[in-house]
């Protein structure tokens, strides 16, 4: 972490200011994985600290001249800047959704060349209903910093925290969103809701043990 920030008793990400960053490795890995599939699905639990916020919740870039993407919330409204092969360089600033309060909120975006659908707490958002059709794919994508909280070489704080954060490189499906869904109001972890319904592929993925983080 770096400035105010730290992980909470509930082993979420808890951001005052401050910022995470992933190791250098896991950030490459990861775009080189999306690339592969051009394919990309963002799952977390966001509880902004107000809807006053403007800044990067997370994002996969080493600033605007080098982004892949960053999800943002620019006040009431959640926003995914995407670069894809039909973008500038800085993307393309998608409104996905937009939050009532800041109470905790599911959220859920996965894009497909040609597709891009949101949706909170398990609905999807008016604003990607039908989805919307976003032309291109990630073959510009270069490996990048993987940061929570703010976007590299961007002054920007976002404050708030974040937790069960998952990235596929593939689109989920209705019926496993659904299934997340339930999971995570019974009160399980997404790694729990996920795993032992219908995603077992990310089982070697997940880190029980907080000392392992690549934080």
């Known amino acids: 972490p770096q400035g105010l920030a730290w992980i909470d008793r509930h082993l979420a990400l808890a951001l005052g200011g401050g910022t995470f960053s992933a190791d250098e490795g896991s950030g ?3 775009a080189a994985a999306l690339v592969a599939k051009h394919q990309l699905t963002i799952s977390l639990l966001a ?3 107000s809807l006053q916020e403007r800044g990067s919740l997370l994002a996969l870039s080493d600033g605007a001249r080098a982004r892949n993407f960053a999800l943002r919330q620019e006040g009431a409204r959640v926003v995914l800047v995407l670069r894809t092969s039909d973008s500038a360089r800085e993307g393309l600033a998608i409104p996905v ?3 009532a309060s800041p109470a905790p909120r599911h959220l859920l975006l ?3 060349p040609g597709r891009l659908s949101a949706f909170v707490d398990g609905v999807p958002t008016p604003e990607t209903v039908p989805p919307l059709a976003v032309p291109g794919d990630f073959y510009h994508w270069r ?3 993987l940061t929570f909280g703010a976007e590299t070489r961007n ?3 976002w404050h708030g925290t974040l937790a069960e954060i998952r ?3 593939r ?3 209705a019926q496993e969103i659904a299934l997340m869904r339930r999971g995570l109001a019974a009160g399980f972890s997404l790694s729990r809701a996920v795993l032992d319904g219908l995603d077992s592929t990310m089982v070697a993925h997940v880190v029980a043990d907080p000392g392992k983080s690549v934080f």
């Open 28 to 30: 490459h890995r990861l």
């Open 97 to 99: 959704a937009t939050l």
């Open 171 to 173: 689109p989920l499906a």
């Open 47 to 49: 509880t902004p600290a």
């Open 143 to 145: 490996p990048t910093s």
């Open 110 to 112: 996965t894009f497909s």
């Open 167 to 169: 990235i596929w490189n």
């Open 155 to 157: 002054p920007e704080r």
